[in-house]
C-alpha cells in the first residue's frame, strides 16, 4: 500500500527501510506505514493535501493569511491549533482549519493564520514549532488572500491498512474489486459514536442503533433525555424541550448549542 506524504526524499527511503512493525518505526513519515492515514480534500481542485516540506518559507507576494499543512499522529486537531497559537502568541480565533480530523488516526489538513498585515508572522517562527512537537509537524506553507473556515473541503482520503489477511492472492483481488464495485454498508458502531461522554452518560451506541432501525422519535428522544446532560445549562434546556418544545427553549433563552448539535 502507498501513502501520499513525505518530509524528503532522504527520509521517505529511510522510512521504508527502518518502518518495521515488530519493532516500532524510527521516524515520523514511518509511522505512516502502520496506521490508517486520513488527508482532507481541497475545496476547489479536488487535490489532496500533502506534507512535503517542512524546511522552506512561502513563495511568492506576501498576503494576510499563511496556510500551512499540519500533520499529524494520535493527536486532536484542536489541540495543536492552541498549540500553534500559543507559539505564535496570537489569538486561537485567528487560526482557521476546514475540519477536525480523527485523534487515532495519521492525517494531513490545512490550517490558516491570520497574520493581519503581511508578512507579520514571520515564516520561520511558524516552523519552528516542529522542534517542539511530537508526532506531528507543520509545513508546506503558502500565502493566501483569504482564511479556511469549517466546511470548506471536499471530503477526506482514506488510505487504510490491513493487517495479518491470511488468504490466497486471487481470492484477495476479488474481494478489493468486489469492495470497489459495490461500496459497503456505513454502520453506526463504537469508532463512530462513541460510548458516551462521562459527563453526560450518554449512550452513542444506542442512538446509532436506534437510528439504523429507523426508530428516529427514539434517537432524539435518548440524545435529549435531561438525564445525559453534562452541564446545568444542558439539562435546563433538555428538560424545556420534553415539556414545551424547542421553540421554548429559544424564547426562554436557554443555552442551546447542546440540542442543535444533537438534533443535526
Known amino acids: 500500500m502507498t501513502f501520499a506524504v513525505s518530509m524528503s526524499a532522504a527520509q521517505i527511503r529511510s522510512a521504508r527501510a527502518t518502518a518495521d512493525p515488530a519493532r516500532g518505526y524510527r521516524s515520523l513519515t514511518g509511522l505512516m506505514l ?95 514549532i516542529n522542534k517542539g512537537l511530537k508526532r506531528a509537524a507543520l509545513g508546506n506553507l503558502r500565502w493566501s488572500p483569504r482564511s479556511l473556515h469549517h466546511g470548506e473541503h471536499a471530503g477526506n482520503h482514506f488510505c487504510i491498512l490491513v493487517r495479518q489477511v491470511e488468504a490466497e492472492p486471487p481470492v484477495i483481488d476479488k474481494a478489493v474489486r468486489d469492495l470497489k464495485r459495490r461500496g459497503f454498508i456505513n454502520y453506526f458502531g463504537h469508532q463512530r459514536f462513541g460510548l458516551g461522554s462521562s459527563a453526560s452518560g450518554l449512550s452513542a451506541v444506542l442512538v446509532g442503533r436506534a437510528l439504523v432501525k429507523g426508530h428516529y422519535r427514539a434517537a432524539v428522544e435518548e440524545i435529549m433525555d435531561p438525564r445525559h446532560a453534562a452541564t446545568a445549562e444542558e439539562g435546563a434546556a433538555k428538560r424545556i424541550w420534553q415539556l414545551k418544545g424547542i421553540t421554548h427553549v429559544y424564547n426562554a433563552c436557554v443555552t442551546c448549542t447542546y440540542m442543535c448539535n444533537a438534533l443535526v
Open 34 to 128: 502502520g496506521f490508517m492515514s486520513v488527508t482532507e480534500r481541497r475545496l476547489h481542485d479536488g487535490s489532496l493535501t500533502e506534507l512535503t516540506d517542512v524546511d522552506n518559507p512561502p513563495a511568492g507576494e506576501k498576503q494576510r493569511y499563511l496556510l500551512a499543512v499540519l500533520y499529524k499522529i494520535g493527536r486532536d486537531s484542536f489541540e495543536l491549533v492552541s498549540k500553534l497559537a500559543e507559539h505564535l502568541r496570537i489569538g486561537r480565533d485567528r487560526i482557521g482549519i476546514a475540519g477536525l480530523k480523527d485523534k487515532a488516526g495519521v492525517t494531513m489538513q490545512e490550517v490558516s493564520i491570520d497574520c493581519i498585515s503581511a508578512g507579520s508572522i514571520r515564516a520561520d517562527k511558524v516552523l519552528s
